[in-house]
């Protein structure tokens, strides 16, 4: 039975020791991102376009998560 335990010991130590203290770099995009969801991350790079798509499905998103929630504050409106 120790022959078993060893190996998964070694192996929760390596996994352990290979975790770093410091936080993994930020691409750039994901930081534009963050400061400013509705811009284009992209922007300025060869992939700006795409950029702009995903800026738009956004909007797209948002607009039809705000119907949801009107349809659903209807329905439980309709309900009291």
Do not use: F, Y
């Not at 390596?14 to 930020?26: M, Q």
């Not at 991102?33 to 811009?39: L, Q, S, V, W």
């Not at 300025?44 to 009107?70: C, I, M, P, S, Y």
Request: glycine content about 6%; charged content about 25%.
């Amino acid at each position: 039975m120790t022959i078993r335990v060893r190996p998964v010991v070694i192996t929760a130590l390596l996994a352990l020791g290979a975790c770093s203290s410091e936080p993994a770099p930020v691409d750039p995009a994901v930081q534009a991102e963050r400061a400013d969801p509705k811009g284009n991350p992209l922007a300025g790079t060869a992939l700006d376009a795409q950029g702009e798509a995903l800026k738009k499905a956004r909007g797209v998103e948002d607009t039809l998560n705000a119907a949801a929630q009107r349809k659903m504050d209807e329905a439980d409106a309709a309900s009291q």
